[in-house]
Each structure stands twice: as C-alpha cells, then as structure tokens.
C-alpha cells in the first residue's frame, strides 16, 4: 500500500472505509468435518476434559499460568470459573472420532473497537494432539473470527521459551512480530512473550490453504497427510502476492 499524508504532508494510516466495532464471540457451536467446538460446559464437559488430560505427564501444563491438577474436584473448580468468563470465552473441543471432548482453546482480550481478538488457553490432550481434529479447531476458530464476526487482526502469544508453540503458530499461518520482554509473571517464574498474529487481508490464502489440506483427499486410508499444511500455505501467499 502506497503511503498517504495529511494536509501537514505526515504520514498516516489507510483508510477504513465504514467501520464499526464488530460483534464478540456468542455460543454457537463450530462444526467441522473431524472435530466440533462447543462453548465450555462444566457439567457436560468436565469429567471428559480431566480424563482426557489424565494421560499427560504434565509436560503439556509447563507453560499454561495453572495446572497440572492433582484431582478432577480441583480441575472442576478451574473449569466452572473459566467457563462462566466472557472473556476469555472458552471452547471445549470435541473430537468427532470418539464423541468426546479432548481439549480447550478460548479466544481473549477480545477488542471488538478495534478488530482485535486473541486465541489462547490452547490446551490438547495427548488423544487430540497431533490430529487433523486439532489443525481444524484452530482454522475453525479463524474462519470464525474473520468470516463472521469481521475482525481485522487474530493474534497468536506465547512463553517465547516455548519453542512447539513457536512452531505452531508458524505452521497455522501467523507472522512473527517480535518479543515482549519481561512482560509476564506466572508459576513465580518470568515469561518474556512471543507475539505472533493473522491479518484480514492475509485470511483469504491461508482459507484457501486450510481448506485444500483439511479436504478428505489430502489423507491417506491411514490418515497420513499428503501434502503438509506449511507448504500449502507458502503456495497460496505466493500466489495471492501475484494477483
């Protein structure tokens, strides 16, 4: 985009043209083809969620403010609050293949003013990770943010120690924007933050992308993929850059 100025010949933003502050996240359900996203529900969700998670050695709760937790009362205790917050507002994944739900994941510091939304508290049990069910809830919630609710930025942090949520967010699309140093304190350690985001305009390649790697033909009889979500998205950027 070329730059613009004001009548003082300084720089200055694009124009948005008719902006209005977009809608928050509300309870309807998310549905894929592996893979369903319902609002957290600490009755229907609760015991499923702790058994799930029982099958971690508690190296999935290394970088998450809370857990692990030494008992499903305690876990349930978590739960109910999260799951009465707005904000964040919490998902529970569930995983179509056994019915059950198998991971959380919530989208924060929701900023409908300015189009600015967060997704975060992404915790998969050992059962959903490494899925095409896990892939699809985050495209899922992506498609969701920007296709019907209108936002403009979809942001991704993390404990820049964390190098497999690093990676993640690279594998899904998200840019890279730099480190916040210092910025958090949780389990009475630092947390220097590694900030990640999507933007409107580059949704449409990485929907196109998703959708290609999501489709029943990228995977074998045995569920191996045939071409890799990273590579599909390099494709459709290169692309969108040309057009």
Known sequence: ???????????IGFPIADWSPRQRPSREVLEGRYCRLERLDPVRHTAELYEANSADDGRGWTYMAYGPFSSQDEYAEWVKKVAASQDPFFYTVIDKRSGRAAGVASLMRIDPVNGVIEVGHIKYSPALQ??????EAM???????FDELGYRRY????????EPSKAAAVRLGFTYEGL???AVV?????????????IDREWPALKSAYEQWLAPTNFDADGRQRRRLSDLISEARAVASRS
């Not at 495209?139 to 943010?145: E, F, I, P, R």
């Not at 009475?188 to 999507?198: K, L």
């Open 139 to 145: 495209y899922l919630l992506m498609q969701y943010v």
């Open 186 to 198: 949780y389990k009475g350690r630092n947390r220097d933050t590694a900030w990640f985001s999507i």
């Open 180 to 182: 916040f140093r210092q």
């Open 155 to 162: 942001e991704w942090k993390c404990d820049s120690l964390n």
């Open 130 to 135: 490494r899925t095409i069910g896990a892939t």
């Open 1 to 11: 985009m070329g730059e613009r100025t004001n009548s003082f010949g300084q720089p």
